[in-house]
Each structure stands twice: as structure tokens, then as C-alpha cells.
């Protein structure tokens, strides 16, 4: 496939794969799991279910930097948000960090 990358600060190379590592460290620092997420016969679910403590989940779709979700991934997103559920786009470990200080302010 493609491959997209970005650079960060310390002039590295972001991906997608980057990003995710970074998440999941972080949400385990909290005390929470953030699974990746597959689902047969479902293509185009978000990449990450993202559980903490006391019963809070969130579905993430990974991305790499500037890259957007495809038709298919908002539409399995927009399903997902109906029922209730915290969904979103995260394409950076600044998108990361945003997102922890929302989950961690709840």
C-alpha cells in the first residue's frame, strides 16, 4: 500500500503504526486497553477500542498524518455514534495527547 508519513519535531518519521504505539502506551500509563479492533464481515470499523476503568470505551480510527478516513470508515463511524458511542479520528501523537486530556477529564 501506500505509505504516508509526516516528521515529527525530532525529525522522525510518523505513521500510522507510530501513532498507535504512542496511544497504547498511553492509555496503559491510565490503567486502560486500547485493543485493536478487528471485525470480520465488517470492513471499516475504527482501528482501536479503547476501554477504561469504570466502564468507558471509545472506538479511534487511526490515520496517518493528514490522512482521512475512507467513505466506508466515516459510515461504519456515523453507525457507531448513533448508538451512543465516543468516536473519532486520530492522525498524530498531538491528536493522542488531545484525546487523553478529554478521557482523562471525564
Avoid: H
Avoid at 14 to 20: N, S, V
Avoid at 23 to 51: C, E, F, H, M, T
Amino acid at each position: 500500500g501506500e505509505i504516508v508519513a509526516a516528521v515529527d519535531e525530532g525529525g522522525f518519521v510518523l505513521r500510522e503504526a507510530t501513532i498507535e504505539a504512542y496511544l497504547r502506551d498511553r492509555v496503559k500509563a491510565q490503567g486502560g486497553i486500547a485493543y485493536k479492533w478487528v471485525s470480520p464481515g465488517n470492513v471499516g470499523v475504527p482501528d482501536r477500542l479503547i476501554v477504561f476503568p469504570g466502564g468507558t470505551v471509545y472506538f479511534r480510527e487511526l490515520k496517518a498524518p493528514g490522512k482521512k478516513p475512507t467513505p466506508l470508515q466515516v459510515r461504519q463511524m456515523e453507525k457507531l455514534k448513533a448508538l451512543g458511542f465516543d468516536v473519532g479520528v486520530i492522525d498524530s501523537k498531538q491528536g493522542v495527547d488531545e484525546f487523553m486530556r478529554e478521557v482523562m477529564q471525564v
